[in-house]
């Protein structure tokens, strides 16, 4: 599976502004992805994450958390 190629700081991550809450696991496998550059496949098994779909969820979140973080920066 692919890996994302966008890149936060944990600081630029923590100040995302999300639509809605997240779970922690969801939290911490987008962390891993965004600001450690592991896989969302990698991500979603560290933060307990194997059922059908986690992945997906991974990617979703990930996908939201850089938008909203493009989002804030057009808005600066």
Known sequence: MPRHTFK???EEFDSCLLKKKLSFQLSESARLVLVHGISAESAAN???MRAKGDVSKV???VSMIVES???MRKRA
């Open 59 to 61: 990617n979703d979140t």
């Open 46 to 48: 560290i933060a307990g």
């Open 69 to 71: 973080h493009q989002d």
């Open 8 to 10: 936060l700081s944990n």
